[in-house]
């Protein structure tokens, strides 16, 4: 910008040497053009001023113009929480996300000649999820892990209550503590053995919320109905799953208080069911240990109740959940009803001074060696029990020579959380099994002993 | 049976009543409005509580009218649009379907409670001598108006140049296109809005005559001082009738369609008609026309009815895209 005093200075020194310039060789020129001169100086000056100005209003304009379309410009992100766009009013979003397993599985001992040691892609699924119109909210993953390619969730939810959100579409049913966990949470690779008696994901509607600011939460649906530990894109038969659940965490306001992370809830889902297929339980290792017998299908009535917990305190955790079920079996033309029962106690402990809790921690320190910064280290433990009825014998559900009755387990691990995203787990676990194997043997079969290493990556 | 539900009907209804909360509007209007819906709303309001009791709070949201007209055709839930020219009201109607299209005969004088003109605004001594719309093409003259494209007083200014330029050259539309090229090629800056335009005159110093509203060229005055500026009126231009509206849809959905329609019918009223020419805005009301006469000097006024045929023709003709302004500009 050129001010008046500039420009009067300016306007001197030019008359001053013109003046100086035409003095000395001739001393005929008047004042008239000398203030011509000037003149035309000034008005020169006067047009590269509005130039100047010109120029910054132009640019001003231009800023204005930029600040107001980024007012409504969509953002995109990337970060520990995946992909994101987002309009610039965050009703409309759009979250990109992954989860990845690979899992190594070595077995050994006395019962690892017929098992396979593997190397396996456990989990491989890409995440689509986001919100549109600020209440309503999407979610969408399928798997590709294992060689198949399956639909886990796609669900709509329309959250314009908090105290009652509706969910429709294909998710986890509100019973299992452990399967309602984000698998990339759980404390060891594989959930422990009650979650293999409650469903996995089923297609429904659910209503959930939060109740008594946020202390209590509650879920009840109704779903088409899968076999334990399963999911299906449509239903068995006209028969319909009820599910509910609710879970209470009285203290959870008040940090201060050490039952601040105690959790306690019940979960259920009951339903007829019309000559449903059985699925297989597996062990730790992902062997099949209980196979029924061919023929037999679910039929009849089906209840599944568990109660659950967790507590956590510091770096310790607790979680325990105790799966009773009653299931209508039938083969030929007979059918009884069948107990099945599992529970599971897990502990654990990080070492590095982060909070546990029912998700991930994130270590305070991200893996860094050349900054002698090595992430989040925690331990583990858990021992299960998982049992079923003598009928499934007496009755010929299940053959004792080659399904065991019952397995008990019992886990040790190691996690290594290197940062939010990425973690090692290297867990030990050893199943001992009642049945399976014929009498000349002993009657049980060999106990399995393996250890699994998961090297994982998500961002959801 | 009867009894029951007439009481419980009469329950609703009177917790209906004393539930009856503040009522807000949104009043989205176009750029050099801003003092006058200011002083206007305080009285509604006032008036509104004497005749119901209920407070009432109109938010304002001003910008170029074509800007803001796309705004609400775009979501956003204007419960009155104010703005420069009818046809972007006819835009929301057509396009986002939020009033009928016969709305511009539901108030009295096709629904512009005021008009204005446009005038210029230049420095103090008029040191370029500009007194007519002529003096604006000649080199070296900088004018300042804002962008047609986006401003509804810019639509104005330009077709009141164009028509000057027709009247002057015996409805030649050759000539009147070679008067306004010329004209444009003397704007240096193109602002989205009639207050951009004035803050680039008045505060930023750039060019020599501000084509301007009538009341923006009086605000200009009084905020930025006589000792800088003087308003020159041209011989003649354009009579600008600025139309108000209630958006149906979304009154109705905010119900608050009886408390728009009273503000509408509010600026008719005496009152509203004085406050109006307070501002600068030319009243229809010809009580108030004569108490406010000697704000007003008579200028020959041409309608954009008996020059161009209405606004839907002068708009496809000269501003939808490649249209006349889009030619002119793109050659500059």
Redesign the interface.
Known sequence: MLHKKTTSFILLGLAFASGLAQAQPVQATSATSTQQEINQLRQRLDELE?QQ??T???K??ADE?AAEKAKTAASVTADTGGFTIKSNDGDFTLKIGADLQVDNRSFFGAGSGSLTDTTVLRRIRPTFSGTVYHNVDYFFRPDFGLGTTLIYDAYVELKYFSRAKLRVGKFKPPVGLERLQVDDDTTFVERGLPTLLVPQRDIGFQLAGDLVKGRATYAVGIFNGVPDGSLADTAASNHRDYAGRIFLTPFQPDTKNPLHGLGVGIGASGGNVDGQALPNFKTFGQNSFLTFASGVTEAGHRTRLQPQLYYYLGGFGLLSDYSVNEEGLQKGTFRTDVSFRAYNVELSYILTGEKKSFGSPTPKRSFDPKHNAWGAWEVSLRTGRFWADHALYNDGFASPTTAAREAHEWVGGVNWFLNRLVRITADYGKTNFGGGAALAVGGNRTEEKVVTVRFQINFI | MKRILSVMLSSLLASALFAAGPVKLLNVSYDPTRELYQDFNAAFARYWKGKTGVDVTVNQSHGGSGKQARSVIDGLQADIVTLALSYDIDAISEKAKLLPANWQTRLPNNSTPYTSTIIFLVRKGNPKQIKDWNDLVRPGVGVITPNPKTSGGARWSYLAAWGYALRHNNNDEAKSKDFVTRLFKNVPVLDSGARGSTTTFAQRGIGDVLLSWENEAHLGLKEFGADKFEIVYPTESILAEPPVAVVDKYAAKHGTTEVAKAYLDYLYTDEGQEIAARNYYRPRNEKAAAKYASSFPKLTLFTIDQVFGGWQKAQKKHFDDGGVFDQIYQAK
Request: aromatic residues 0%; without cysteine; positive net charge.
């Open positions: 509005q100005k010109v910054a209003r132009t001003e304009l113009a």
